[in-house]
C-alpha cells in the first residue's frame, strides 16, 4: 500500500468507523458466538501472498463484528465506561502516524513535553495540590501509565524500594531479603483485584482492611491490623486507597487515612480509576480531599473523560522516588540533555521501556471540548445514574444496595441471591442490554454502569422497563419451583 492508497483507503475507514459509531445502537449489544467461533472461520495459517484491502475489509463485518461486545453502544451498562471520542480517535492516528518509541526526551522531545504540560493541565483541573506537579522546577508530576493497575504496580515497587532502603540505613545488620519478608502493603476489601495482583509480582504480603457499612475504609480500621503487624514484627509500607471502588462506587476516607500513614512513614497511593474524571466538577471535588496526605494518586481519562484505551493518568510528590527505583542508564539510551533538570526521561516512571504518543489523544479531547464540556459528559451520567435510581425505587420488589454518588447504581430483587442471578442471567441471555454482578457483603448484586457517550435518558427508560418485565416473568416462575416455596 502506497500513500496514494493510504489516503482513499484511510477516508474508507474514518467512514465505516463513523457509521459504526452513529449506528451502533442498532447492533445487538453482546454476540451470538460460541468460544472458538473464529478459528473455523480463517485459515490454518497467514496467506503466503499478499490480499487486498477489499478482502481484509469485508471480513471485518463477516469475522470481527460477529465476536464483538460493543462497549460503545448506550446499551452497555457493564463495567465501567470505555471512554471515546472523535477528537481522540484522531489524536491516536496521529499518534500511529508518527509512530515515535518516546522513552526518554531525545527519542522525541515533543512526545515527553507534551505529556509533562497535559498533564499538569490535568492535575489543575482536579484541583491537585501543587507538589503533584511539575511545572517549571516542581519536584513531582504526572505520567500517561497503561493502566490503573500499571501505576498501582509502579508506585508499590517505588514503596518497596524505598522503604527497603531507609530500614537498612536505620538496621545495617538486615539484609534485603529479612526486610522484603516483613514488608506488607494495605488494601481495603472492596479494592479492585489488580491491587493484589501488584503485591503478588511485588513479592510482598498484602492484607485486606475491612470496610464499614458503606463500603468504606476508615482510620480506625486501618490502625488496627497496623498495630497487630507491627507488633508482630511486620513492616508495613504501603496502603492503597481507593476512591470509586469496582462493586460499588464507595469512597475510603482519605482525611482519616493519610495522617496514619504520614506518621508511620507508609507510602499512600490513591486509586481513582473511574472515579478522578468526577473531580473536575467542583460539586465532586471534595470527595478527593486528603489527596494532600497521599505519595501518588491515578485516574483513567479512559473511562470517563472521552480519551480512548490506553490513557491512565498518575502523579507523584516526588518523581525521584519513581526514578529512584527504576533507573537504569545503558550508554545506548543516554542523551547529553538528560540532567538538565529541566527533563524528565519517562522510561525511569514506568515497568516498559517504550511508550507510545499518548498525550496528543489527551491534548486533542482537553482542547476540543474543553473544561465545560468535559463537566457536563460526567453531569449528564451522573443524572442519568439518579433517573435509573428512582425507577428501581418506585418499584418495591427492588432494593438501591449503595449509596449513588457518581454514575453507577447497584440494585437487585428482594430475594435470595439464586433469584438475582437468575435475574441477571434472563437480563443478558436476551442480549438487548448487558450487565455484570457484584459482591456486597453476602449478597448478589446487580451494577448499573452509565457507560456510552451517547447515552440519553430513552435508553434508560427502555434498560429499566425490560429488567422490569424479565423481573415479572421471573418471579412468576419462581413462585411455582417446590425448591422455592
Given at each position: 500500500?502506497?500513500?496514494a492508497?493510504f489516503?482513499?483507503?484511510?477516508?474508507?475507514?474514518v467512514?465505516?468507523?463513523?457509521d459504526?459509531?452513529?449506528?451502533?445502537d442498532k447492533?445487538q449489544?453482546?454476540?451470538?458466538?460460541?468460544?472458538?467461533?473464529?478459528?473455523?472461520?480463517?485459515p490454518?495459517c497467514?496467506?503466503?501472498?499478499?490480499?487486498?484491502?477489499?478482502d481484509?475489509f469485508?471480513?471485518i463485518e463477516?469475522?470481527?463484528?460477529p465476536g464483538v461486545?460493543?462497549?460503545?453502544?448506550?446499551?452497555f451498562?457493564?463495567?465501567?465506561?470505555?471512554?471515546?471520542?472523535?477528537?481522540?480517535?484522531?489524536g491516536?492516528?496521529l499518534?500511529g502516524g508518527?509512530?515515535?518509541?518516546g522513552?526518554?526526551?531525545?527519542?522525541s522531545?515533543?512526545?515527553?513535553?507534551?505529556e509533562?504540560?497535559?498533564l499538569?493541565?490535568?492535575g489543575?483541573m482536579?484541583?491537585?495540590?501543587?507538589?503533584?506537579?511539575?511545572?517549571?522546577?516542581g519536584?513531582g508530576?504526572?505520567v500517561?501509565q497503561?493502566s490503573a493497575?500499571?501505576?498501582t504496580?509502579?508506585?508499590?515497587l517505588?514503596?518497596?524500594t524505598?522503604?527497603i532502603?531507609?530500614?537498612q540505613?536505620?538496621?545495617?545488620?538486615l539484609?534485603?531479603?529479612?526486610?522484603?519478608?516483613?514488608?506488607?502493603?494495605?488494601a481495603?476489601d472492596?479494592?479492585?483485584s489488580?491491587?493484589?495482583?501488584a503485591?503478588l509480582?511485588?513479592?510482598v504480603?498484602?492484607k485486606?482492611v475491612?470496610?464499614d457499612?458503606?463500603?468504606?475504609v476508615c482510620?480506625?480500621?486501618?490502625?488496627?491490623?497496623l498495630?497487630e503487624?507491627?507488633?508482630?514484627?511486620?513492616?508495613p509500607f504501603?496502603v492503597?486507597?481507593?476512591l470509586g471502588?469496582t462493586?460499588?462506587?464507595?469512597f475510603d476516607?482519605l482525611?482519616?487515612?493519610?495522617?496514619?500513614?504520614?506518621?508511620?512513614?507508609i507510602?499512600?497511593?490513591?486509586?481513582?480509576?473511574?472515579?478522578?474524571?468526577?473531580?473536575?466538577?467542583p460539586?465532586?471535588?471534595?470527595?478527593?480531599?486528603?489527596?494532600?496526605f497521599?505519595?501518588?494518586?491515578?485516574?483513567?481519562?479512559?473511562?470517563?473523560l472521552?480519551?480512548?484505551?490506553?490513557c491512565?493518568?498518575?502523579?507523584?510528590?516526588?518523581?525521584s522516588?519513581l526514578?529512584?527505583?527504576?533507573?537504569?542508564?545503558?550508554?545506548?539510551?543516554?542523551?547529553?540533555?538528560q540532567?538538565?533538570?529541566?527533563?524528565t526521561?519517562?522510561?525511569?516512571?514506568?515497568?516498559p521501556?517504550?511508550?507510545?504518543?499518548?498525550?496528543l489523544?489527551?491534548?486533542?479531547?482537553?482542547?476540543?471540548?474543553?473544561?465545560?464540556?468535559?463537566?457536563?459528559?460526567?453531569r449528564k451520567?451522573?443524572r442519568?445514574?439518579h433517573?435509573?435510581?428512582?425507577?428501581?425505587?418506585?418499584?418495591?420488589?427492588?432494593e438501591?444496595?449503595?449509596?449513588?454518588v457518581l454514575?453507577l447504581?447497584?440494585?437487585?430483587?428482594?430475594g435470595?441471591?439464586?433469584?438475582?442471578?437468575?435475574?441477571?442471567?434472563?437480563?443478558n441471555d436476551a442480549?438487548?442490554?448487558?450487565?455484570?454482578?457484584?459482591?456486597?457483603?453476602?449478597?448478589?448484586?446487580?451494577r448499573?454502569?452509565?457507560?456510552?457517550r451517547?447515552v440519553e435518558?430513552?435508553?434508560?427508560?427502555?434498560?429499566?422497563?425490560?429488567i422490569s418485565?424479565?423481573?415479572?416473568?421471573?418471579?412468576?416462575?419462581?413462585?411455582?419451583?417446590?425448591?422455592q416455596q
Open positions: 500500500m502506497d500513500a492508497e489516503r482513499k483507503r484511510g477516508k474508507e475507514m467512514d465505516y468507523v463513523a459504526y459509531l452513529e449506528k451502533i447492533r449489544v453482546f454476540p451470538d458466538v460460541e468460544p472458538g467461533y473464529l478459528r473455523p472461520l480463517i490454518d497467514a496467506p503466503q501472498d499478499p490480499e487486498s484491502f477489499e481484509v469485508k471480513d463477516k469475522i470481527i463484528m461486545t460493543h462497549w460503545h453502544s448506550p446499551y451498562f457493564g463495567y465501567f465506561p470505555a471512554a471515546s471520542s472523535f477528537p481522540a480517535l484522531l491516536d492516528m499518534c508518527i509512530g515515535c518509541v522513552f526518554s526526551w531525545a527519542a522531545p515533543a512526545c515527553t513535553e507534551l509533562t504540560v497535559v499538569d493541565w490535568l489543575k482536579i484541583n491537585l495540590p501543587q507538589e503533584f506537579l511539575a511545572g517549571k522546577d519536584q508530576g504526572g500517561i497503561g493497575s500499571e501505576a504496580l509502579v508506585s508499590l517505588a514503596a518497596r524505598k522503604t532502603r531507609r530500614v540505613s536505620e538496621k545495617p545488620e539484609t534485603e531479603a529479612d526486610i522484603m519478608g516483613r514488608l506488607v502493603a494495605y481495603s472492596q479494592a479492585h489488580s491491587v493484589e495482583r503485591a509480582i511485588g513479592g504480603k498484602i485486606n475491612s470496610s457499612d458503606t463500603f468504606s482510620g480506625s480500621a486501618l490502625k488496627k491490623v498495630d503487624d507491627k507488633a508482630s514484627g511486620l513492616i504501603f492503597c486507597a481507593t471502588t462493586p460499588c462506587c464507595s476516607k482525611l482519616e487515612l493519610g495522617p496514619i500513614c504520614n506518621k508511620e512513614n507510602w499512600m497511593h490513591i486509586d481513582a480509576a473511574y472515579a478522578g474524571s468526577a473531580f473536575i466538577c460539586e465532586f471535588r471534595h470527595l478527593l480531599n486528603g489527596v494532600e497521599a505519595d501518588s494518586f491515578n485516574f483513567n481519562p479512559h473511562k470517563w472521552l480519551v480512548n484505551f490506553d491512565s493518568a498518575m502523579w507523584v510528590k516526588r518523581r522516588d526514578t529512584g527505583a527504576f533507573k537504569l542508564d545503558p550508554l545506548y539510551l543516554q542523551h547529553h540533555h540532567e538538565s533538570g529541566l527533563i526521561d519517562y522510561r525511569h516512571w514506568q515497568i521501556l517504550g511508550r507510545r504518543f499518548r498525550s489523544k489527551l491534548w486533542f479531547v482537553l482542547r476540543m471540548y474543553g473544561v465545560t464540556g468535559l463537566q457536563e459528559h460526567i451520567h451522573v442519568l445514574s433517573q435509573f435510581e428512582h425507577l428501581v425505587l418506585q418499584d418495591e420488589r427492588f438501591i444496595c449503595a449509596e449513588v454514575g447504581v447497584c440494585f437487585r430483587l428482594k435470595s441471591n439464586e433469584l438475582n442471578k437468575a435475574l441477571l442471567k434472563s437480563i442480549k438487548k442490554i448487558h450487565l455484570v454482578p457484584c459482591h456486597l457483603r453476602e449478597k448478589f448484586v446487580l448499573f454502569a452509565v457507560c456510552s451517547t435518558s430513552t435508553h434508560i427508560k427502555f434498560a429499566w422497563q425490560h418485565q424479565l423481573a415479572t416473568d421471573l418471579l412468576k416462575t419462581w413462585e411455582q419451583k417446590p425448591h
